[in-house]
């Protein structure tokens, strides 16, 4: 099992841009999530990381525990640091009801 800790300075980092730029009550999740990630260094297509984030929340509402998406997530992505944030960040932007397995 991966968990991608072991960079816990550049995930303690980014996760708390994660936390300072969490979304605004008005504003697209989508887009928040996106903005969010690119300033932790992921450019990468937009619409693919919010597929991943929604399936972290999907994954949660059939009552997979943190353990389980995190390892789902890591095969699919082959990149840790990704994954971290993903799973971090999904519950600000996207499952709010899921916050506290982060």
């Given amino acids: 099992m991966k968990l991608a800790l072991g960079s816990a300075g550049l995930f303690s980092v980014g996760l708390m841009t994660l936390f ?15 903005q ?19 399936d972290v929340c999907a994954q949660y509402d059939s009552g997979a525990g943190w353990e ?15 994954t971290n944030f993903i799973v971090a960040g999904a519950p600000l932007y996207f499952c709010p009801q899921h916050r506290g397995k982060v």
Avoid at 20 to 34: L, M, T
Avoid at 38 to 52: E, N, S
Avoid at 68 to 82: F, K, N, Q, S
């Fill in 68 to 82: 389980t998406v995190v390892e789902e997530l890591d095969a699919r992505t082959d990149d840790e640091a990704l």
């Fill in 36 to 54: 969010a990630m690119t300033g932790v260094g992921y450019t990468g297509d937009c619409a693919t990381i919010v597929g991943y984030a929604t």
């Fill in 20 to 34: 300072v730029a969490a979304p605004a009550a008005n504003a697209s999740p989508d887009a928040e999530f996106c």
